[in-house]
Nanobody, 116 residues
Framework: VQLVESGGGLVQPGGSLRLSCVASGFSFSSYDMSWNRQAPGKERELVVGISSYTGFTNYAAAVKGRFTISRDNAKNTVYLQMNSLKPEDTAVYYC??????????WGQGTQVTVSS
């Protein structure tokens, strides 16, 4: 089982980034997917989740209207489009897969730094 994130980097405030998470080794389409982040000295927090079959999304208040999650089950990939980035969005972003039975997989994370 693997979840491999990519797309992180350094961006100026107000800029955009698109994160990708490619999954392998499990039935991607049947798993709920989410993006989570952890800033230095803080606990890991949910950014946004997307359900397996209905595509229902659930955004944290801090990112609503700026971030968009999507998934492509044919490519076993979940995306996070991040616009209007702020310094407080700086964190390591992790992809997570969760089955209906509670089985959970995590990616290794990708660093996002928002700074001028």
């Amino acid at each position: 089982v693997q979840l491999v994130e990519s797309g992180g980097g350094l961006v100026q405030p107000g800029g955009s980034l698109r994160l990708s998470c490619v999954a392998s080794g499990f039935s991607f389409s049947s798993y709920d997917m989410s993006w989570n982040r952890q800033a230095p000295g803080k606990e890991r927090e949910l950014v946004v989740g997307i359900s397996s079959y209905t595509g229902f999304t659930n955004y944290a208040a801090a990112v609503k209207g700026r971030f968009t999650i999507s998934r492509d089950n044919a490519k076993n990939t979940v995306y996070l489009q991040m616009n209007s980035l702020k310094p407080e969005d700086t964190a390591v972003y992790y992809c997570k897969a969760t089955s209906r039975r509670g089985t959970t997989y995590w990616g290794q994370g990708t660093q996002v730094t928002v700074s001028s």
